[in-house]
């Protein structure tokens, strides 16, 4: 059974992880939050800022100066909330602050995160959360918080059961975050749902400098983000996903509702990061490739022009291209079969 009060290690706190974490924090858990230099030295000025609408939040918490400095503070769970390509780097100090009873979050876009993680830790001990608010981060690290489109969602790896994961839910509605608690697969579908909508306009944008309004206002663009949803729709369909009726329509007014912003992989690109794109469209071209009947060539289009783009900004090994584009096996040996559990 979880303490009365919780203890959560945040690891990462962009804006996905300071509004979860900053929302914990109002809830009564004792949240530590370790992240880059520059990242901590925000926090321990200024707390975790939060602005929702004309209100600004600013929570104060606990940091430290590494991963692995987290194990001294014993957390109940540990949330993973950096960008979803950096997670082999991290991993193996997560696994060590986390020790062998810690609960180890993925709070990441993607397909697959929590899959990786449960290479690093017992799969007992992992969960997933799939997220829908999206934000952005000014110069001082507020997290503006730009739409809400409740619930959230948690999940447990393997069990349908765990106490610390309620505690979670519960804690996050008593701040008026609305949540839900779902079995294993159920995680694993809502996952793969909410990556359809992500693919659907975060290339677009990146690549072309949009916001998310500009490219759904656009028909030209419009048309390729409706072609990316029912593109990933037909590979959730072979998976045995079913979203109900009209979903393709549902999906375009879920988009609708994404505001005049950037998303986070047009930032990455601009500022020479790596990106998430293989958790992303291609973990949708990966797994999609076992149905040689279905087109993903969009899909295909859009990772080849994000990792050309990669390649250009040095933030990609030109021989690091995965064998879904290249039709080969590569040097880093990219050709494998999907490992998802579905």
Known sequence: MPREKLTIGSVGVGPMGTILSGCLAEAGAEIIVADLPHRIAQVKQHGLQV?????????????????RSLKHAHPDCIIVATKACVLNTIMLEVAEAAGNDCLVIS????????????RYVPP??????????????DEMGAAHVAWFNPPNFFGHF??????????????????????????????????????ILNSALMP???????????ALEGGATRKLAADLVGEGLA?????????????????????????????SMFMDLRDKRPTEIEFLNGKILDIGRAFEDLSLE??????????????????????????YLVGRPTADDHCYKPAIQV
Request: hydrophobic share 40%; glycine share 8%.
């Open 235 to 263: 590979v959730a369909e072979r998976l045995g996903y079913d979203y109900g009726e009209n979903i393709s329509e549902r999906c375009m007014e879920y988009l609708e509702k994404g505001g005049d912003h950037h998303p």
């Open 107 to 118: 709070a990441q876009n993607g397909i697959g995160t929590e899959d990786v993680i449960a």
């Open 158 to 195: 393997v069990t349908d059961g765990d106490p610390r994961l309620e505690a979670i839910v519960h804690m996050l509605d008593s701040v008026h975050v609305p949540t839900g608690f779902v079995d294993s697969r159920t995680i694993k579908q809502k996952a793969f749902f909410k990556t």
């Open 204 to 214: 677009i944008c990146a690549v072309m400098g949009l916001t998310m309004r500009e």
């Open 51 to 67: 602005v929702r609408g004309a209100r600004q939040f600013n929570y104060l918490v606990r940091t430290v100066d590494s991963i």
């Open 124 to 137: 007992e001990n992992v969960a997933r959360m799939v997220i829908n608010y999206a934000a952005e981060c």
């Open 298 to 323: 969009v899909n295909r289009i859009l990772v080849s022009l994000i990792m050309a783009w990669e390649v250009r900004n040095g933030t990609r090994d030109p021989e690091n291209i995965p064998c």
